[in-house]
């Protein structure tokens, strides 16, 4: 019997009616109803008097279905609007009891469910995932002391120091409000008017205007707590604590032109990439990693823990990976858990605490609050992708949208009525208690000195990236300061870079076409109240960066594998069997994918007559969504390949993107064709060559090909090519 969703045969034929009939008969059970469980016997037409008469007020489904749908959008998130998420579990490499008291921390056989939200912060909900812009790297695990929400990002540190400046970070980097422009970018003078008067926000800048801001994929990137939590044992010892998500894939970027590009091509690149990983099986894998500090070393070191927008090098605290976290099921529905799970840093859990930083602390609040406007009501917690595996027992009472059905008449604390339940569970019985901090001080506002040094951690960062990083982000300084249109806002930026390092200030003004003016930032920081002391704003001048950290550079992550990456072939009519089939066992040994790509859709004929489906034609797909470009020989193949601008234009482009691209036999010609020639004169038939990632050879060397091919794309990128005369592209 036929099952509801299969498709029904074109036409009229008979076997169409016997489908069609199939088809309701296994759908017995699921007849369209109203929402009050009514069976409906007519979805096409609404209640009217009459054939061509009015549609009456009576209709209820007509009523009830389109005010549903009126009412089918919520509010999206304020920040964090673009978002996917997937579930999965997080399992501890061994007890963590010395440290940390934590449930889900002691036990390495078990395995806490989390869901996990990958954002990006600034664009709407149907925004590129392709932006420049930090990403959001939420993570919800369902412990049973209750839900533990370690909220983070992609960067280790933030823009600003306190709280209260977010609404004006935020203000600034959304588009500009008279006239909804710029989407999902930071290009635009009211964020860099704000971020020239913020000399804090200096080290995330740098971090946003390199390519962790354009990430390969959610699967490739790090992901961090930002702030300095607490961990604390059962004996009641405390430590401090920054966390981190080490990506086993390593952590991989795209380059700008290519991130704009796919913004056109493929928008829900990155959602698309997690689901497909997910569905293949391909599961993201990420080791949570701590970096613990005594509390008695809290003040040892030059910036202040509680500043967020310093982190800790792991060069001077090594980060020890504690446990692992895999994803590996893709929501049922998007809407009821990826949009409507709430997140919140307060979500807590016994042995992991607050530290005083102050944008956490303001965050404590702003969490619950978003999610009253956002989910509308105070029950947000009752929606099922929000619920606690743990027992949830309190006076809570009402509101809008309760699903629990409290019974008896106790609502209130202390009681007999009720045998004085739910009582306080206490300590021993491993109720959550505040870390008693030692605390007594002047009500102020005001931060510490050492917040104030806001340029020495923007150096360590700058001369920690290697040469292509480095280049990068000058490139992305000057498109974005590039799209600023106010001359006194691009040179305030400029006096800033200049603190932080003097040559890339000048390599961003030399693109800028102006002069890096003379001063230093600082005083221009109007920030501070009327009657505050100028000089008591002042940024501390950089401190020479004495030890680099290359942990902060991607140029060393690991580069070994490239599983799941994906390989454009280039094919039409003819291609050579052989070399086809050589390249795409291999590919698939070492757990990539290899991808026909053809002028035109469907199937094409091999040179030995096989019938050869293809995966995209050329013109539904480009070279930006893939990781690398391999051409099979072939005579024809290739001929009909050279004749096609699109196709030429894939391999130049994969070219200017320094990805690994593999020629066999005649598929060498093309690259030839395709203007590679010009820049790699060596580009010719004949014996296994690898030169800047481009790797050619004959079908006697088939397997070498495929291997230097492989390790080519292991690099992923290869940059030497930058130091070339670029291809068109
Ligand atoms: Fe958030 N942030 N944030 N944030 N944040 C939100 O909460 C806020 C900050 C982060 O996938 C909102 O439910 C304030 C830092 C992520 O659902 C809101 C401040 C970090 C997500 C909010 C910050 C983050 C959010 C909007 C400054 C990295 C997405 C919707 C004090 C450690 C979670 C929502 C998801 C979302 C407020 C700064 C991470 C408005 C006030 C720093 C990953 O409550």
Not at 231 to 250: C, D, I, M, T, Y
Not at 368 to 392: F, K, M, Y
Not at 542 to 555: E, H, I, N, R, Y
Request: aromatic share 8%; glycine share 8%; charged share 20%.
């Amino acid at each position: 019997m036929a099952k509801p969703n299969q498709d029904i045969p074109q036409g009229d034929s008979d076997e169409k009616l016997d489908q069609l009939k199939a088809f309701q008969e296994a759908a017995g059970d699921q007849a369209l109803t109203t929402n009050q469980g009514l069976p409906l016997n007519d979805d096409t037409d609404s209640l009217k008097a009459g054939r061509r008469g009015p549609t009456l007020l009576e209709d209820f489904h007509l009523r009830e279905k389109i005010t549903h749908f009126d009412h089918e959008r919520i509010a999206e998130r304020i920040v964090h609007a673009r978002g996917s998420a997937a579930h999965g579990f997080f399992q501890v490499y061994e007890s963590m009891a010395s440290d940390t008291k934590a449930g889900f921390l002691q036990d390495p056989t078990r395995k806490t469910p989390v869901f996990v939200r990958f954002s990006t912060v600034a664009g709407s909900r149907g925004s590129s995932d392709l932006a420049r812009d930090a990403r959001g790297f939420a993570v919800k695990f369902y412990t049973e002391e209750g839900n533990y929400d370690l909220v983070g990002n992609n960067i280790p540190v933030f823009f600003i120091q306190d709280a209260i400046k977010f609404p004006d970070l935020i203000h600034a980097v959304k588009p500009e409000p008279n006239n909804e422009m710029p989407q999902a970018a930071s290009a635009h003078d009211t964020f860099w008017d704000f971020i020239s008067l913020m000399p804090e926000s200096m080290h995330m800048i740098m971090w946003v205007m390199s390519d962790r801001a354009i990430p390969r994929s959610y699967r490739m990137m790090e992901g961090f707590g930002v702030h300095t939590f607490r961990f604390v044992n059962e004996a009641g010892r405390s430590q401090f604590v920054k966390f981190h998500w080490k990506p086993l894939l390593g952590v991989h970027s795209v380059v700008w032109d290519e991130a704009k590009k796919i913004s056109g091509n493929d928008p829900d690149f990155h959602r698309r990439d997690l689901w497909e990983a997910i569905e293949n099986g391909d599961f993201p894998e990420w080791e949570l990693g701590v970096q613990l500090i005594d509390e008695a070393d809290e003040h040892k070191f030059d910036f202040d823990l509680l500043d967020a927008t310093k982190l800790i090098p792991e060069e001077l605290v090594p980060v020890r990976r504690i446990g692992k976290m895999v994803l590996n099921r893709n929501p049922e529905n998007f809407f009821a858990e990826t949009e409507q799970v709430a997140f919140h840093p307060g979500h807590l859990v016994p042995g992991i605490d607050f530290s005083n930083d102050p944008l956490l602390q303001g965050r404590l609040f702003s969490y619950t609050d978003t999610q009253l406007i956002r989910l509308g009501g105070p029950n947000s917690h009752e929606i099922p992708i929000n619920r606690a595996v743990a027992p949830v027992h309190n006076n809570q009472r009402d509101g809008h949208m309760r699903q629990t059905i409290n019974t008896g008449s106790v609502s209130y604390q202390p009681n007999t009525i009720g045998g004085g339940c739910p009582f306080q569970a206490g300590k021993a019985m491993g109720g959550f208690a505040s870390h008693p901090e030692a605390m007594e001080s002047p009500k102020i506002r005001g931060k510490s000195d050492k917040f104030f040094d806001h340029f020495t951690q923007a150096a360590l960062f700058f001369q920690s990236q290697s040469p292509p990083e480095q280049q990068h982000m000058v490139q992305a300084l000057r498109f974005e300061l590039g799209k600023v249109t106010r001359l006194a806002i691009r040179e305030r930026m400029l006096v800033m870079l200049n603190q932080i390092d003097k040559d890339l200030a000048s390599q961003v003004a030399t693109g800028l076409g102006i002069n890096v003016p003379a001063g230093v930032a600082g005083p221009l920081n109007l920030g501070f109240p009327a009657d505050a002391d100028p000089a008591a704003y002042q940024p501390t001048p950089a401190k020479p960066v004495k030890t680099l950290s290359p942990a902060l550079s991607m140029a060393n992550t690991p580069k070994d594998s490239i599983r799941t990456r994906k390989v454009a072939i280039l094919a039409a009519d003819g291609v050579d069997d052989a070399s086809l089939q050589a390249m795409q066992q291999a590919l698939k040994a070492a757990g990539a994918m290899g991808k026909i790509v053809a002028p035109h859709g469907g199937s094409l004929k091999s040179a030995n007559g096989a019938t050869v489906p293809i995966d995209h034609s050329l013109l539904t797909t480009s070279s930006v969504l893939f990781d690398a470009v391999f051409v099979p020989g072939g005579a024809a193949s290739v001929a009909t390949l050279g004749n096609e601008a699109d196709a030429r234009h894939f391999i130049n482009e994969a070219f200017k993107h320094c990805k690994a691209i593999a020629a066999a036999d005649e598929g060498v010609s093309l690259l030839a064709q395709a203007a590679l020639k010009d820049v790699l004169p060596a580009i010719a038939a004949g014996p296994l060559k690898s030169e800047h990632g481009v790797v050619t050879g004959g079908r006697a060397d088939s397997d070498g090909l495929a291997r230097e091919f492989i390790e080519a794309i292991a690099q992923h990128r290869h940059w030497s090519r930058e130091l070339k005369p670029q291809v068109p592209a």
